[in-house]
């Protein structure tokens, strides 16, 4: 039986990752719109 702070940590690791993933395309995003409005 595995331990529960494995479930734990992976869990965690699946949110910060998911987490990083929609930050990472606000920050994609909001660059290419500083790059647009540039003159």
């Known amino acids: ?4 702070s494995f479930f734990i ?10 987490y990083i993933h929609r930050r ?6 909001a660059v290419y719109l500083l790059n647009e409005v540039k003159p």
């Open 9 to 18: 940590h992976s869990f965690i690791h699946a949110r910060f990752k998911a």
């Open 24 to 29: 990472q395309l606000e920050i994609v995003s």
């Open 1 to 4: 039986m595995a331990q529960p």
